[in-house]
Nanobody, 118 residues
Framework: QVQLLESGGGLVQAGGSLRLSCAASGRTFGGYTIGWFRQNSGKERESVASINWSSTITSYADSVKGRFTISRDNAKNTVSLQMNSLKPEDTAVYYC???????????WGQGTQVTVSS
């Protein structure tokens, strides 16, 4: 399985931006669909965005469309999540995860905290 490590979280004011990175190691990165998820305390984990291995298919939660952009660089084994116009409700622990084809997300990172102050 591929191992994932998130970075880039932090504290930002509402309206600001952050860029999260998900670095993969352990095996070939290509072929995996990568998803970003988030979870706030007391809430269920929600899907934020995903990107397939060739970057030809991306998807976004309605709550982040037009504000977040997912991208990947297979040569560098990284997936990024550019987050603009951040809102306090974007506050959560953000996780990246990997899956092959339409299977379940079987590899998860440890998460990175994003806090947006009002």
């Amino acid at each position: 399985q591929v191992q994932l490590l998130e970075s880039g979280g932090g504290l930002v004011q509402a309206g600001g931006s952050l860029r999260l990175s998900c670095a993969a190691s352990g095996r070939t990165f290509g072929g995996y669909t990568i998803g970003w998820f988030r979870q706030n305390s007391g809430k269920e984990r929600e899907s934020v965005a995903s990107i397939n291995w060739s970057s030809t298919i991306t998807s976004y939660a309605d709550s982040v469309k037009g504000r977040f952009t997912i991208s990947r660089d297979n040569a560098k084994n990284t997936v990024s999540l550019q987050m603009n116009s951040l809102k306090p409700e974007d506050t959560a622990v953000y996780y990246c995860a990997a899956r092959l084809g339409l299977g379940p997300y079987g590899s998860w990172g440890q998460g990175t905290q994003v806090t947006v102050s009002s």
